[in-house]
């Protein structure tokens, strides 16, 4: 499957983005979405992920309450609506599809290009 991440811009805190991962090739539905983030010198880490069914949704701690992950099988397209943005949001932020939602990013098969989400003060 192949992923095109879009939706990245510069934002001021406090503020709304919406990130969205285009998926083509292979069965959409058959598979787990996740996002990830990855800041300037530091690891990349779990944002949110979503399961085939969208029942089960998991997020990071620094992201529960602000962010919500969703998917739209028609359009082969899983979402990451942003709320409430913080400096600490910057990074670049990248879809990814697997067989199941987990948190690590190496159980993921499939990744995006990443698109970059700017948060001034």
């Known amino acids: 499957v192949q992923l095109q991440a879009s939706g990245g811009g510069l934002v001021q805190a406090g503020g709304s983005l919406r990130l969205s991962c285009a998926a083509s090739?292979?069965?959409?539905?058959?598979?787990?979405m996740g996002w990830f983030r990855q800041a300037p010198g530091k690891e990349r880490e779990f944002v949110a992920s979503?399961?085939?069914?969208?029942?089960?949704?998991y997020y990071a701690n620094s992201v529960k309450g602000r962010f919500t992950i969703s998917r739209d099988d028609v359009k082969t397209t899983v979402y990451l609506q942003m709320n409430s943005l913080k400096p600490e949001d910057t990074a670049v932020y990248y879809c990814?599809?697997?067989?199941?939602?987990?948190?690590?990013?190496?159980?993921?098969?499939?990744w995006g290009q990443g698109t970059l989400v700017t948060v001034s003060s």
């Open positions: 990814a599809a697997g067989s199941s939602p987990d948190r690590l990013s190496v159980l993921y098969d499939y």
């Open positions: 090739g292979r069965t959409f539905s058959s598979f787990a």
């Open positions: 979503i399961g085939r069914s969208a029942s089960r949704r």
